[in-house]
Nanobody, 115 residues
């Protein structure tokens, strides 16, 4: 079983920055992909960014050029650096892993962009 714990959410003004962290623990052997997704009220969960165990990255169209996903294998942690944030970035952000044992999700962290 894989356990994911997100942190770093909060309130930020438009144009500001936040960094989210996701600590991965448990049965981490066999994980080949990690990522961040988000869900705003009344909307479907959408891809924000993913990173493979080989550090290949992929971004959702709305965040490309503003957000950066990275990982620290020594700390079993995945990060999401968010810059030039906009009110449309307001959502609950979820950490995700994919592996031979299936997919796992964190509990989510709220990010609010507002003046």
């Amino acid at each position: 079983q894989v356990r994911l714990v997100e942190s770093g959410g909060g309130l930020v003004q438009p144009g500001g920055s936040l960094r989210l962290s996701c600590v991965i623990s448990g049965s981490i052997t066999g994980i080949y992909g990690m990522g961040w997704y988000r869900q705003a009220p009344g909307k479907k969960r959408e891809l924000v960014a993913t990173i493979t165990s080989a550090s290949r990255t992929n971004y959702g169209r709305s965040v490309s050029g503003r957000f950066t996903i990275s990982r620290d294998p020594a700390k079993n942690t995945v990060y999401l650096e968010m810059n030039m944030m906009q009110p449309d970035d307001t959502a609950v952000y979820f950490c995700n892993t994919d592996g031979i044992g299936g997919s796992s999700w964190g509990q989510g962290t709220q990010v609010t962009v507002s003046s």
